[in-house]
């Protein structure tokens, strides 16, 4: 990677254990797009809980970075912590690889 120019967008993002995590509408990215692959979740749905309106149904995706239409893992959740957390596992293993 020494002779590589990187292309770097400028501004600061939220980080979370090292790695960039963006919101835009009801998709969240997780993840370095300079490493292999990175974790997409897609807000399927929401429910209301008190009167306030949370994620539900979450479609969680492991895919390549370097190539969005290749689907390294996928599966649905119901909450985000729950499908953050897997979707976290699963991308650690991913990049194991």
């Known amino acids: ?3 590589e120019e990187l292309n770097l967008v400028n501004g600061k993002y939220l980080m979370y ?3 960039p ?6 998709t969240i990215c997780y993840g370095d797009m300079n490493e292999k ?3 997409i ?12 309106k949370l ?20 599966g649905s959740y119901s909450g985000l ?6 979707g976290e ?5 991913a990049l194991q690889q």
């Open 1 to 3: 990677m020494a002779n």
């Open 17 to 19: 254990r090292g790695k």
């Open 21 to 26: 995590l963006v919101r835009e509408g009801d």
């Open 37 to 39: 692959c990175i974790l």
């Open 41 to 52: 979740l897609e807000i399927i749905s929401y429910k209301e809980v008190e009167g306030k």
């Open 55 to 74: 994620p539900d149904k979450i479609m969680i995706q492991v895919i390549d970075s370097k190539d969005p239409n290749k689907i390294i893992r996928q």
């Open 81 to 86: 912590h729950d499908a953050f957390t897997m």
């Open 89 to 93: 596992i699963w991308l650690d293993q």
